[in-house]
């Protein structure tokens, strides 16, 4: 997250990771933590609002990667594709 949230609660997120909040502690150090513990709820689209110190409600992105198999596998292929190709040139 580009810009830290600060909360109503006087909590800093730093980022959000599969709608779990991470938050910067006091000595700087950070902690991924449930959406609930901080006050913030999760929403169905995986997005996270919290009341900013502001008074405003934010909505934190959904952040996190997703698995493809279909990828993975295909591009394991082009890999294992290539290296039989470069051998036999060899």
């Known amino acids: 997250m580009e810009n ?9 997120i730093v980022a959000v990771e599969d709608s779990k909040p991470i938050i910067q502690l006091a000595d700087g150090t950070t902690k991924k933590v449930e959406a609930k513990e901080i006050g913030a709820d999760v ?3 995986g997005t996270v609002t919290v009341k900013g110190s502001d008074g405003k409600m934010k909505v934190l992105p959904k952040t996190g990667e997703t698995e493809n198999i279909a990828l993975s596998v295909l591009g394991s292929l082009m890999v294992l594709g290539s290296a039989f190709i470069f051998k036999k040139r060899i």
């Open 43 to 45: 929403q169905k689209d």
């Open 4 to 12: 830290p949230v600060n909360t109503d609660t006087g909590v800093v």
